[in-house]
T-cell receptor, first 114, second 114 residues
Framework: NAGVTQTPKFQVLKTGQSMTLQCAQD?????MYWYRQDPGMGLRLIYY???????DKGEVPNGYNVSRLNKREFSLRLESAAPSQTSVYFC?????????????FGPGTRLTVT | AQSVTQLGSHVSVSEGALVLLRCNYS??????LFWYVQYPNQGLQLLLK??????LVKGINGFEAEFKKSETSFHLTKPSAHMSDAAEYFC????????????FGTGTRLTVIP
């Protein structure tokens, strides 16, 4: 079991460029999430997908789009990158509606927008 | 509205001393509560969780936390700090509504002094 994987690990973009961050999980989880982590602000939810075929906005969705490609994969797209999107991005998946409610996190993608 | 407050963005303790990291939450219903640890340049790892069972929760690496509803607190403790405990710690709340997404505190960086 690889758990939650993210690609790429690092990325540098110029303002206005676009890119897609990839996330995949092999735990058969229904729900998946994208967070961004900024110094002194903890993690904030960008988008989530409660199940295959559904996506919803989180706390900070502006400037991002997502696709739940299938049950395993949940991608995050920056259409026109801005310096304010410099951050570390984490993907997570949820074990499910049992007593656990534990989210499993990927290793993160460090994005710098110049 | 849900929120998590972690008092103290930086905490320093001597090796072998008590570790106490504070977390207070606000939630309209009794939430599920989590502590995650993040080592440098890594993702988040679950330390422990409270999901309506015993109020004193034991986690990995000798950490424990006590859910106190009357104080809306979920402080993290460890009797004796080890050098390997140096990391950033995040408290998070799942308000048990909707998508089961997590609301994170801003984090506490723990330094262990030899």
């Amino acid at each position: 079991n690889a758990g939650v994987t993210q690609t790429p690990k690092f990325q540098v973009l110029k303002t206005g460029q676009s890119m897609t961050l990839q996330c995949a999980q092999d735990m058969n989880h229904n729900s998946m999430y994208w967070y961004r982590q900024d110094p002194g602000m903890g993690l904030r939810l960008i988008y989530y997908s409660a199940s295959e075929g559904t996506t919803d906005k989180g706390e900070v969705p502006n400037g991002y789009n997502v696709s739940r490609l299938n049950k395993r994969e949940f991608s995050l797209r920056l259409e026109s990158a801005a310096p304010s999107q410099t951050s570390v991005y984490f993907c997570a998946s949820l074990r499910g509606s049992d007593s656990s409610y534990e989210q499993y996190f990927g290793p993160g993608t460090r994005l710098t927008v110049t | 509205a849900q929120s998590v407050t972690q008092l103290g963005s930086h905490v320093s303790v001597s090796e072998g001393a008590l570790v106490l990291l504070r977390c207070n939450y606000s939630s309209s219903v009794p939430p599920y509560l989590f502590w995650y640890v993040q080592y440098p340049n890594q993702g988040l790892q679950l330390l422990l969780k409270y999901t309506s069972a015993a109020t004193l929760v034991k986690g990995i690496n000798g950490f424990e936390a006590e859910f106190k509803k009357s104080e809306t607190s979920f402080h993290l403790t460890k009797p004796s700090a080890h050098m390997s405990d140096a990391a950033e710690y995040f408290c998070a709340v799942n308000p048990r509504t909707g998508a089961n997404n997590l609301f994170f505190g801003t984090g506490t960086r723990l330094t262990v002094i030899p």
